[in-house]
């Protein structure tokens, strides 16, 4: 994921922080340590328990709490989003990493649909350890409480624990809401996917999620929290692409790169003034083109290369100069699917289809998305 950088692995897996977590940190400080009174009297009313404020509320420490705390909530996150990666895991799916962000962790599968028992187990599997992790939270809130003697040092734990135990419930029940893609969403889309086709309970689970979002956000704006206003953007957004996914899935599960290649193909020689080749693009209306040297595929040349070279050094250049030499290219029996989630992870708009170190054809986007719109009729 942009704008993430890499802490470590467990378990195997990479473990990634963005760069929004760590403006949630002295977020959680200023809001703890601005009210830290109100903060201790939620925790001792929720549990029944009294609270030493004597540390607590002295000088700077509310802050640092607010730092120990933000921290806390986030390893918690963090092991809610393990959880469901290790039951990925055991059922065979491959977590290409987990990402802790402002809002919360963001566990990234390979991109294929698990069955609806499978994801209704990883689905809860997250929920329940939060629940988990808020139990023995409270447990150790109250063990702190009985086992210290000195009351301010108790207090200060007895807060802690109490506080994260709390976030921890909210974070069981918030994510059980049937927010697709949020757990609860897809705890609602494994259920339907029993009774349904998987691009139909899809669909109904990711109308449903949207429309907590807009609630989300509609509740945000009113209470002035960009938080919750954020949190409705991506589930919106979340909802929208995994919906999008699972439906090209479905319509083109059966089709090959063979069946949507173009062809024949028109490529270039490496010796090419880059002159021509705009000229060519103009005529054509080509924006990329391969470029094969004696029948082998030695690179691919497109509209952003061009863009990239100085105006005043085309006329002296050669497409060799500017062509992309790490090209990525599929055989004619892959899956369609695999080329457009090539496309889209690595952001480029056409793929060589290569058989016996030849060129029989070429994907564009607008190929597939042609196939697709055909296939909806």
């Known amino acids: 994921m942009d704008g993430s950088f890499k802490l470590g692995r467990l378990f195997g897996i990479p473990v990634l922080i963005h760069f929004t977590f760590l403006l949630i940190i002295?977020?959680?400080?200023?809001?703890?340590?601005?009210?830290?009174?109100?903060?201790?009297?939620?925790?001792?009313?929720?549990?029944?328990?009294?609270?030493?404020?004597?540390?607590?509320?002295?000088?700077?420490?509310?802050?640092?709490?607010?730092?120990?705390i933000a921290l806390g909530l986030f390893i918690g996150v963090y092991i809610h989003e393990l959880a469901h990666s290790l039951i990925a895991i055991r059922a065979g799916i491959r977590i290409d990493s987990i990402t802790l962000l402002f809002f919360g962790g963001v566990a990234s599968i390979e991109e294929q649909e698990p069955e609806p028992g499978t994801e209704f187990v990883m689905a809860l599997a997250g929920p329940l350890t939060s629940l988990a992790i808020g139990i023995i939270c409270s447990l150790l809130m109250y063990l702190t409480s009985f086992v210290l003697t000195n009351g301010p040092q108790a207090g200060v734990?007895?807060?802690?624990?109490?506080?994260?135990?709390?976030?921890?419930?909210?974070?069981?029940?918030?994510?059980?809401?049937?927010?697709?893609?949020?757990?609860?969403?897809?705890?609602?889309?494994?259920?339907?996917?029993?009774?349904?086709?998987?691009?139909?309970?899809?669909?109904?689970?990711?109308?449903?999620?949207?429309?907590?979002?807009?609630?989300?956000?509609?509740?945000?704006?009113?209470?002035?929290?960009?938080?919750?206003?954020?949190?409705?953007?991506?589930?919106?957004?979340?909802?929208?692409?995994?919906?999008?996914?699972?439906?090209?899935?479905?319509?083109?599960?059966?089709?090959?790169?063979?069946?949507?290649?173009?062809?024949?193909?028109?490529?270039?020689?490496p010796q090419m003034p880059l002159s021509e080749v705009l000229n060519l693009m103009y005529q054509t209306k080509h924006l990329g083109f391969p470029v094969t040297d004696r029948g082998i595929l030695s690179g691919i040349i497109t509209l952003t290369d061009l863009a990239r070279t100085p105006v005043l050094d085309r006329d002296a250049m050669q497409v060799r100069d500017v062509m992309t030499r790490d090209v990525v290219t599929l055989p004619p029996h892959a899956p369609i699917m695999d080329a457009l989630r090539i496309m889209t992870r690595q952001d480029i708009g056409r793929i060589p289809i290569v058989e016996d170190e030849k060129i029989v054809g070429i994907i564009t986007k607008s190929d597939i998305f042609t196939v697709i719109e055909l296939r909806e009729l």
Do not use: C
Not at 168 to 189: I, S
């Open 26 to 68: 002295p977020l959680f400080a200023w809001i703890i340590g601005s009210e830290i009174t109100f903060y201790t009297e939620i925790v001792s009313n929720t549990f029944r328990i009294s609270i030493d404020e004597t540390i607590i509320t002295a000088g700077f420490f509310p802050y640092i709490l607010g730092v120990i």
């Open 157 to 269: 734990l007895v807060f802690i624990f109490g506080y994260l135990a709390i976030l921890n419930f909210l974070l069981f029940a918030f994510n059980l809401l049937p927010a697709f893609p949020m757990d609860g969403g897809r705890v609602l889309r494994a259920y339907l996917a029993s009774r349904m086709p998987l691009h139909q309970a899809t669909s109904i689970a990711s109308t449903i999620g949207k429309g907590f979002a807009v609630a989300f956000g509609l509740i945000g704006l009113l209470l002035f929290s960009p938080i919750l206003i954020l949190i409705a953007f991506f589930i919106y957004i979340g909802a929208g692409q995994e919906s999008a996914v699972t439906r090209y899935n479905f319509l083109l599960k059966d089709v090959t790169a063979g069946d949507v290649m173009s062809k024949p193909v028109m490529d270039l020689p």
